[in-house]
Antibody, heavy 122, light 111 residues
Framework: QVQLVQSGAEVKKPGSSVKVSCEASGGIFSNYGFSWVRQAPGQGLEWMGG????????NYAQKFQARVTITADESTNTAYMELSGLRSEDTAIYYC???????????????WGQGTLVTVSS | DIVMTQSPLSLSVTPGEPASISCRSS???????????LDWYLQKPGQSPQLLIY???NRASGVPARFRGSGSGTHFTLTISRVEAEDVGIYYC????????FGQGTKLEIK
């Protein structure tokens, strides 16, 4: 059973960057895809982007393309999401989600991290 | 980007009664391999979301048989045959065919 453990809550100033980590255990890291999904207070789920470590290629939602970088470190079984140019509207819970990669190159989210609250405030 | 539209956005159901949620996509989610890349997730209050249904109609591990996913192409339905109190939360559909997209969510409450 795969477990995803995310880094702790962050408080950031507008204009700064945040980097959230997601450490996976209990599975073969390179067999999985990892996505980042955020949820603003009282709002729905919003997909930001994802990466498949096996092919080391990330793709991003158009909305976040210019500001987000998603990476994966196979040596530590950890995925990362860095968001730059933070503004108050980026205050949200950020989830890491993962699943086995299908033959078609995509994946469902069998596993979810506990979420990381990022607060952007001056 | 593929746009996902759910309906209704909220649902109030008596325990033991059925419930269904519709999800429509702006493009077909049917891959050339015959699979529909449509998942259903449930987010219970105060929790991380959990996978209910993957590839349109497959129940995830541990998901009760009262949950059923159906549909193909651009129209999908999640059906709960007999709602229980523990089913409260927000249900989301998500397309995994291209860069992933979630529907707006459907809030299920118990009458």
């Amino acid at each position: 059973q795969v477990q995803l453990v995310q880094s702790g809550a962050e408080v950031k100033k507008p204009g700064s960057s945040v980097k959230v980590s997601c450490e996976a255990s209990g599975g073969i890291f390179s067999n999985y895809g990892f996505s980042w999904v955020r949820q603003a207070p009282g709002q729905g789920l919003e997909w930001m982007g994802g990466i498949i470590p096996m092919v080391d290629t990330a793709n991003y939602a158009q909305k976040f393309q210019a500001r987000v970088t998603i990476t994966a470190d196979e040596s530590t079984n950890t995925a990362y999401m860095e968001l730059s140019g933070l503004r108050s509207e980026d205050t949200a819970i950020y989830y890491c989600a993962s699943g086995s990669v299908y033959g078609s190159g995509t994946y469902s989210y069998d596993y979810w991290g506990q979420g990381t609250l990022v607060t952007v405030s001056s | 980007d593929i746009v996902m539209t759910q309906s209704p956005l909220s649902l109030s159901v008596t325990p033991g009664e059925p419930a269904s949620i519709s999800c429509r996509s702006s493009q077909s989610l049917l891959h050339s391999n015959g699979y529909n890349y449509l998942d259903w997730y449930l987010q219970k209050p105060g929790q991380s979301p959990q996978l209910l249904i993957y590839l349109g109609s497959n129940r995830a591990s541990g998901v009760p048989a009262r949950f059923r996913g159906s549909g193909s192409g651009t129209h999908f339905t999640l059906t709960i045959s007999r709602v229980e109190a523990e089913d409260v939360g927000i249900y989301y559909c998500m397309q995994a065919l291209q860069t992933h997209t979630f529907g707006q969510g459907t809030k299920l409450e118990i009458k």
